[in-house]
Nanobody
Framework: QVQLVESGGGLVQPGGSLRLSCAAS????????MGWYRQAPGKQRELVAK???????DYADSVKGRFTISRDNAKNTMYLEMNSLKPEDTAVYYC?????????????????WGQGTQVTVSS
């Protein structure tokens, strides 16, 4: 069964750093495109960063220069490095990925979401 499992959230002081991880499990062949979203209480889910493949990345203006999206294809794992964190970065962070995988001997492809991990920036 294909799934994304997130880790790395927690409580950090303003100015601190965290690295979120998102591991894809199952018969994964490739991570095609991937992204990180976040949702703060009372707000809509918003795109934080995306990697559309081929080295192309994009970031929300609010995190440019502070956050970095990356991947380790050998480990089928995606990362979001977050530096200079601010209280307004507090939210539940979700990873999403367009994955190719083996499904009963056939190559299949679908989008998946992680379960979410809480990031709280507070002194």
């Amino acid at each position: 069964q294909v799934q994304l499992v997130e880790s790395g959230g927690g409580l950090v002081q303003p100015g601190g750093s965290l690295r979120l991880s998102c591991a894809a499990s199952g018969n994964i062949l490739s991570i095609n495109a991937m992204g990180w979203y976040r949702q703060a209480p009372g707000k809509q889910r918003e795109l934080v960063a995306k990697d559309t493949g081929g080295g192309s990345t994009d970031y929300a203006d609010s995190v440019k220069g502070r956050f970095t999206i990356s991947r380790d294809n050998a480990k089928n794992t995606m990362y979001l490095e977050m530096n200079s964190l601010k209280p307004e970065d507090t939210a539940v962070y979700y990873c999403t990925a367009d994955l190719s995988f083996l499904n009963r001997g056939y190559i299949d492809r679908n989008d998946y979401w992680g379960q979410g991990t809480q990031v709280t920036v507070s002194s």
